[in-house]
């Protein structure tokens, strides 16, 4: 039997070989029924299309780039998870790279992407102006980009991330409630996510007439997590000498949730008796931990899903620029790290 080809589906339907090309494609100009139309004769025809020839006639590679701080990272492999699942959805194939929260590693990838032929970009940047210039180069060349995550961003472009500020007014107003009012906010220097959530954290103690101590805020390394560990350590130290003595901590990633329960373990300080602890975090083991740990939950997969197909809508609209920045809700999972015993 003869190999089915856009001709002859052409004609079967009574459409252009354009029409079918385009429909095949799934280009936004076509409509979503002829689409159907052609698609389900082409399945029925055994049709595939050839993805190299049809990227050099249309000059899309159907190929998404996809940029994150750390592979290893268990909410980052979350949001690569709804990533993935938006690809499958939407017949894209996805390349993945880490910036290793490098400003020059991510500067590589962005160009070794562009360099591959992406038909657009997804990328938690490192910062909130890193690489600035690049990204709106790539944008001026047909290229839509959309952040995750870390929403605080100059780029203007589409951005998903979760309520960073509620869900860190939420942590805070917990703690509160228990009792707790010298707490001290651990954030990651340069985080594009600290800003949000230190405002969250100022709030609810507005809320509750705490003062803001200075002294209990702090910007950490997360990328060595040996210098992480001493300021984490030098912090508590601190802030346990003071007129008013540390009882609750908030850490704002999983790295730094984790490793203070390890340093207050060290120190031999009780969890949560002497102080408490809860952490913006999507490890997947929150009560193997001992004690079991209170978070905040971010839905992960959720952000990648939505960003994947945020930008899948802006390459088949190139000139669509109503950009929005959407921020998905967290949620307080209380356990016993947290709670007054």
């Known amino acids: ?26 280009s936004y100009e076509i409509s979503e029924k002829t689409k159907k139309v052609v698609q389900d004769y082409a399945t029925k025809m055994n049709f595939s299309v050839n993805k190299v020839a049809q990227s050099l006639k249309i000059g899309k590679t159907n190929t998404i780039g996809v940029i994150v701080c ?43 992407l562009n360099s591959r032929g992406i038909d657009g970009l997804l990328i938690s940047p490192v910062s909130e102006s890193s690489n600035l210039s690049l990204l709106k180069e790539l944008q001026e060349n047909g290229k ?3 952040i ?5 961003n100059q780029l203007k472009t589409d951005k998903v991330g979760a309520n960073n500020f509620d869900g860190a007014y939420k942590a805070t107003k917990h703690l509160l409630e228990q009792g707790r009012t010298n707490i001290l906010h651990i954030t990651g ?6 800003k949000d959530r230190l405002n969250g954290y100022k709030e609810a103690l507005r809320e509750f007439e705490i003062p803001l101590k200075p002294y209990y805020f702090i910007e950490c390394n997360i990328q060595d997590t040996a210098i992480l560990d001493k300021q984490i350590k030098s912090a508590i130290q601190k802030t346990l000498n003071t007129e008013h003595k540390l009882n609750a901590i908030f850490g704002a990633t999983d790295v730094i949730t984790t490793r203070t329960l390890g ?9 949560p008796e002497e102080i408490a602890v809860i952490g913006f975090s999507n490890i997947s083991i929150p009560t193997s931990l001992n004690p079991a740990l209170s978070r905040i939950k971010q839905p992960a997969s959720e952000i990648g899903h939505t960003a994947m197909k945020k930008l899948i809508y802006l390459i088949k609209r190139p000139s669509h620029n109503d950009f929005e920045t959407i921020e998905l809700e967290t949620t307080l999972e209380i356990r016993k790290s947290s709670l007054l015993t």
Request: proline share 1%; hydrophobic share 45%.
């Open 189 to 194: 220097h340069q985080l594009g996510v600290s």
């Open 144 to 146: 839509p980009i959309v």
């Open 263 to 271: 340093i207050l373990a060290e120190l031999g300080i009780k969890v």
């Open 148 to 152: 995750f995550d870390r929403t605080v």
């Open 1 to 26: 039997m003869a190999k089915t080809t856009l001709k002859d589906i052409s004609k079967a339907l009574n459409i252009s070989i354009s029409t079918v090309s385009k429909a095949l494609s799934d």
């Open 70 to 112: 750390a592979i290893n990272n268990t909410f980052i492999a979350e949001i690569l998870d709804g990533i993935q699942k938006a690809s499958i959805e939407t017949g894209f194939d996805i390349i993945i790279m880490q910036s290793r929260e490098d400003i020059q590693v991510e500067k590589s990838c962005i160009e070794v």
